[in-house]
């Protein structure tokens, strides 16, 4: 399962927007900050078909809201 941050949609150089698919080019445009991302595909468990998002190319964009990183999350510490 994909993170509700998931991009599923980016701009192609025209600046139309791309849905994620297996048809899609390899690089495009973020929607949130611009930055260069590049189209992924997650393989689907048990059969199901693969999911398909894009992903920001460089760790500069990292602070574009749409990027996600698992070590961003904040677990409490232990006491």
Aim: include cysteine; hydrophobic fraction near 30%.
């Amino acid at each position: 399962m994909l993170p509700q941050s998931a991009m599923k949609t980016a701009y192609d150089e025209n600046g139309r927007p791309i849905e994620a698919s297996a048809t899609a080019p390899v690089a495009a445009r973020c929607p949130h900050c611009g930055g260069s991302v590049t189209l992924r595909c997650r393989k689907g468990m048990g059969g199901a078909p693969p999911t398909y998002f894009w992903r920001h190319s460089r760790l500069i964009d990292r602070q574009c809201p749409s990027s996600f990183s698992p070590f961003r999350i904040q677990l409490p510490r232990r006491a």
